[in-house]
């Protein structure tokens, strides 16, 4: 007779796969069902709508080529929207990380009057809407002659991200030994040669997490790209361009739905490139007695 301790092992080892198959299912079939309509003919669409599967053979990838042609040959212009995201989000994520990391390191290592009070400042940042600030920085970019420019789009993005990147660095390096730091310091070690020698390696998965957040704020933002940059479809970003195909009367769905995996699928292919770096404790073995 099985005892209870087998019974509950191998019924919670069952339940987790359980479980497990419907949070995949859960979570992949939305995408999988987009992917699908985009390869779908509209006329198929039209025909049979709550079809979730048709054969190969009818699949099509002339959706795609509408989504990404250039506007004036009739397509969409995705391409290029793609090419404005991408040069805003890595710019974003190039300056918020290059200001981030010294203001998190001198939190955490460098005792000075305030440092706590600085530290909950920067989280007040948040307790403002988006909505609330969208009028000030308007006029204020307009003077500034910012308005329809990537550039001014892309430092509207570093003063959002730039507090919670210190707060989530903060609380990562907070973790690493100071004895590991120290040691270096008695071997010669500037204080600059310390952070970018032990203390960057060290912090690899926190900057890389926090560069793929600041990445998906930049890249899927919305608001502030529409009030700078509405008038000039040529610096438009991929989030401006989708909308504009969810409110096209005219534009078929398959095409919103292609342009929605064009949207996505970066994203995707940056997470699962950084996932090692992500779940990788690179502070084992750092201090050792």
Known sequence: MMDRDTFETRLFGVL????????????????????????????????????LWTGFSEWTVSTY??????????????LALLGNSALVSFGTVAATLLVSIPGAYALTRLRFFGRR????????VYLFPSVLLAVPLFVLFTKLGLRDSLAGLAI???????????YLLRNYLATIPE??????????????????????????????????????????EFLFALLFLVEDRTRWTVSLGLAQLSNGVEVPKTVLMAGSVVLTVPIVILFYAAQRMLTEGLTSGAEKT
């Open 156 to 166: 509207v993005y570093i003063a959002q991200t730039v507090p919670v990147s210190i």
């Open 16 to 51: 987790r796969w359980v479980v497990l198959g419907l949070l995949a299912v859960a979570t992949l079939f939305p995408f999988a069902y987009m992917v699908l309509l985009s390869v779908r003919p509209v006329e198929d669409l039209l025909r049979d709508p709550g079809a």
């Open 179 to 220: 004895s590991v730091e120290e040691a270096a310091a008695i071997d010669g070690c500037t204080r600059r040669q310390i952070l970018w020698r032990v203390t960057l390696p060290l912090a690899g998965p926190a900057i890389m997490a926090t560069g793929l957040y600041v990445f998906m704020i930049a890249w899927n």
């Open 65 to 78: 080529a509408d989504v990404l042609r250039p506007a004036e040959d009739g397509g969409q212009g995705m």
């Open 117 to 124: 009070q600085i530290h909950a400042l920067f989280l007040a």
